[in-house]
């Protein structure tokens, strides 16, 4: 077991020995005295998720990416977003990867994470209303031809879906 001295650390074993109601009690009394502590809430993510409470995890998400992309961290966002949007797709937190991307210039990837979204939004039949807003924004901003095409092919078939 690790040492007491830091509960980061401890708070991260449990985690790893799927200890996750413990994980969550210890990661809720450091919160209290640090309520701004954006790298415990990202563990919170983890915490959540994996006791199957994807709603609260979510949530959790996307207030810390909120509060970090307002303070700049961008590379922080994509590395964060980039491992939670692996496990879960909400239109939210992909406009904020959008975002950060494109605050670091990373035009191509802040336009094929909208597109991925997209397709999941389609192949899931879930969030369509959002999938067809970014697939526009893809269109009309995307300086990338490739991608703007393959936005209006998915337009296309999400028009198909639709129906």
Known sequence: MVSRSDPK????????????PEALKELMDI????PNNKQLKML????Y???GNINRAVDIAI????ALLNDGFYDTIIGYLKKVTYYVKHPELHKILFRALSKRGLDYEAFQSLINFCKYAIEKHKYLKEAENFLDIVIDLS?????AE????LRKALQTKGQ
């Open 9 to 20: 650390l401890e708070i991260m074993q449990l985690i790893l020995e799927e200890k996750y």
């Open 44 to 47: 919170l993510f983890d915490v």
């Open 150 to 153: 393959e936005a209006k092919n």
């Open 31 to 34: 919160l209290k005295k640090e």
């Open 63 to 66: 207030e810390t990416s909120r």
């Open 49 to 51: 998720y994996n006791m």
């Open 143 to 147: 300086p990338i031809p490739s991608l």
